[in-house]
């Protein structure tokens, strides 16, 4: 089962990829998170990356379109795959579709996360990341048991610098303008089903497991 995760920024794609990742051992694939390693890796992709992510604009698609075939080319997607924040645009998608097409894979679901604007910048500007290991964290619902500290690897947290109020307001509108309306290119596959986002983060997951048993 290869699943893509749809919605907005702070929506909790990434939490529910993770919770994925440790019960069925797919493979999470996250355009965020390969930028942000290039980002810290300094390579010539990240730093053309940096700039439009600082922002809150998205990163041009052939860049990313490039990234995601590399990743298709490299990974093991034995256990299935999840495409967390990508696509974003109809030429991703279009890219997309040629890719899945060319390596004979498909997608399952499209599983959009339903979450209210104001709960989502609440969601974004108290998140706090590990500079070490990535886990993520907030500082009201899922504080670390150390302020500042990770509660897996013991790393250093950080906010992300696109997690500000100011970047924040910019990518919520960036998607609605770029990504929302991709939804309908989906719903015309038949493949979208919408999950309601509110509720506890394994609350969720518990909405998201009953939907791929179903
Ligand atoms: P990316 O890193 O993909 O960011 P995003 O899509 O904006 O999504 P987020 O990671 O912010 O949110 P999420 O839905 O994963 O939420 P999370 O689970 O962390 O992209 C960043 C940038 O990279 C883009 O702006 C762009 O510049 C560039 N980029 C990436 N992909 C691109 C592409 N395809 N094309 C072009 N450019 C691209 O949760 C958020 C917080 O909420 C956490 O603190 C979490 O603990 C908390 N939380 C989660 N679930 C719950 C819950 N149920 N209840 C309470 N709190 C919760």
């Known amino acids: 089962m290869n699943i893509l995760f749809f919605g907005p920024p702070g929506a909790g794609k990434g939490t529910q990829s993770s919770l994925l990742v440790e019960k069925r051992g797919m493979k999470h694939?996250?355009?965020?998170?390969?930028?942000?390693?290039?980002?810290?890796?300094?390579?010539p992709l990240g730093m053309e990356a940096k700039g439009y992510m600082d922002a809150g604009k998205y990163v041009p698609d052939s860049v990313t379109l490039n990234m995601v075939e590399d990743v298709f080319e490299k990974a093991d997607v034995s256990k299935g795959f999840i495409l967390?924040?990508?696509?974003?645009?109809?030429?991703?998608?279009?890219?997309?579709?040629?890719?899945l097409e060319?390596?004979?894979f498909e997608l399952g679901r499209v599983i959009f996360l339903e979450v209210p604007k104001d709960i989502l910048v609440g969601r974004l500007t108290g998140r706090r990341v590990c500079k070490s290991c990535g886990a993520v964290f907030h500082i009201e619902s899922k504080p670390p048991q150390k302020d500042g500290v990770c509660d897996e690897c013991e790393g250093e947290l950080y906010q992300r610098s696109d997690d500000s109020v100011d970047v924040v307001g910019t990518r919520?509108?960036?998607y609605?303008?770029?990504?929302?309306?991709?939804k309908s290119y989906y719903e015309k596959k038949g493949l979208v089903e919408n999950v309601d986002g509110l509720g506890s983060a394994g609350e969720v997951y518990g909405r998201i497991e009953a939907l791929l048993n179903s």
């Open 102 to 104: 060319k390596k004979s």
């Open 172 to 174: 919520l509108d960036v």
């Open 84 to 99: 967390d924040g990508f696509p974003r645009t109809t030429p991703q998608a279009e890219g997309l579709d040629e890719l």
């Open 29 to 43: 694939i996250s355009t965020g998170d390969l930028f942000r390693e290039n980002i810290k890796n300094e390579t």
């Open 176 to 182: 609605e303008e770029n990504t929302a309306p991709l």
